[in-house]
């Protein structure tokens, strides 16, 4: 119960780190909490909110895989260093295609139920 308890410390911690350091991960949480406020003002259904929750998850997810990868090449060299740019631009580009499939799946979502309040 000690390991999962230290377990859990350590994720919130990394958590707190990506949030303070990364201003990224910030307006991924911005975007994700105005999702959830026009999904409750649409009253989506549970399916679609598994969806974006999903989809949520993995944006944030990523930006935290992402956060790590840098730190790790950072610490590694502080120098510029074409391999360690390939690394840091393919974490990068990792998020970039989560957000914008989760934006796809947004608007797949939302569009239809506002343009039947129009």
Same mark, same amino acid.
């Given at each position: ?44 259904? +549970? &399916?679609?909110? *598994?969806? =974006?929750?999903?989809? #949520? ?9 992402? %956060?790590? $990868? ?23 580009? +990792? &998020?970039?295609? *989560?957000? =914008?499939?989760?934006? #796809? ?9 506002? %343009?039947? $309040?129009?």
């Amino acid at each position: 119960m000690r390991r999962l308890i230290a377990s859990i410390q350590y994720a919130v911690q990394g958590l707190r780190t990506v949030f303070t350091q990364e201003a990224n991960f910030r307006i991924h949480l911005i975007i994700m909490l105005l999702v959830i406020a026009l999904g409750l003002m649409l009253s989506l259904s +549970a &399916v679609e909110w *598994t969806i =974006i929750t999903l989809s #949520a998850g993995l944006v944030i997810s990523m930006e935290c895989i992402n %956060s790590a $990868l840098e730190y790790l090449a950072d610490f590694v060299s502080s120098d510029i260093h074409p391999q360690i740019k390939k690394v840091k631009d393919a974490a990068a580009a +990792a &998020v970039l295609v *989560t957000a =914008i499939s989760a934006a #796809a799946v947004g608007l797949f979502i939302f569009i239809p139920k506002i %343009s039947n $309040l129009l």
